[in-house]
């Protein structure tokens, strides 16, 4: 395998769809699909699914590619794995809509665990209505990788000899209402000037971060910054 390609989720993918171990193809999946079930599920209900049918497709799908029914068509020479995860359950779900889902997932344990109450609010709170499955699918996908990036700044921070910036300077990186530089600095004891920078300095990491994440998904990390434009396209107007 090309070096390129080792260490980062897509690897993943084709670890899976070449090792003849099913534990360790179980495991070498498992992680990718706790962190990116979330897309997957919402593009599933905005296809029409409840609550019920959304979660059993969702596993269901994982279960194929643990049988690596899906796997065959991994190319990895045209590897993002955004587009093979929506590719491959759209597939998956023209061929599955309407069976019995959860039959086909009996004799499986399931390969991740969520809160299915929790994942139908979430989708709720959204309020995509007015969007084609395949466009909440990119839009949660992007949103996904960025909360992954903040998850890993905001484990950096806190680990550090000031935890208590995270949250004050969050603000500025998600474009959120925020206080002005001189109360942060007031509630930090930091000079004015040392705030501005601090927010610079965590500018610069959450995207060093950004691009690592979307590396892990992509064969050519090369095309980052491909990857994170066309994210951000999808996100913005969706945010408003």
């Known amino acids: 395998m090309s070096s390129r390609f080792e260490t ?6 084709l670890t899976a769809r070449d090792d003849g171990d099913p534990c360790a ?7 990718l699909f706790t962190a990116y079930w979330y897309p997957l599920y919402a593009y599933a209900r905005q296809c029409g699914c409840d609550l019920d049918e959304a979660r059993d497709v969702v596993q269901s799908f994982f279960a194929d590619l643990l049988e690596r029914q899906a ?3 991994v190319d990895p ?18 061929h599955e809509r309407g069976r019995t889902l959860a039959a086909k997932r009996g004799g499986h344990t399931p390969v991740v665990s969520f809160d ?20 909440v699918f990119e839009r949660r996908w992007g949103l996904t990788v960025m909360e992954r990036a903040m998850s890993r700044l905001k484990t950096q921070i806190e680990t550090g000899a000031r935890p208590e910036m995270f949250e004050r300077l969050k603000p500025y990186l ?58 951000l396209s999808e996100i913005r107007p969706w945010r408003g």
């Not at 020479?77 to 023209?94: I, P």
């Not at 892990?216 to 980052?224: G, I, N």
């Open 8 to 13: 980062t989720q897509w690897s993943v993918v």
């Open 25 to 31: 193809r179980r495991a070498a999946l498992e992680t």
């Open 71 to 73: 796997l065959r068509t």
């Open 77 to 94: 020479e045209k590897g993002r794995l955004r587009s093979f995860l929506l590719v491959s359950l759209r597939n998956f779900l023209s």
């Open 116 to 135: 299915t109450e929790e994942a139908a609010q979430r989708f709720d709170r959204e309020q995509a209505a007015h969007l084609t499955p395949e466009q």
């Open 174 to 231: 998600t474009g959120g209402d925020h206080a002005s530089y001189r109360t942060v600095a007031a509630e930090l004891s930091m000079h004015v000037g040392a705030v501005k920078v601090a927010v610079h300095r965590l500018r610069q990491s959450y995207g060093k971060l950004l691009r690592q994440e979307l590396a892990q998904t992509l064969a050519d990390p090369s095309r980052v910054d491909d990857e994170l434009r066309y994210l």
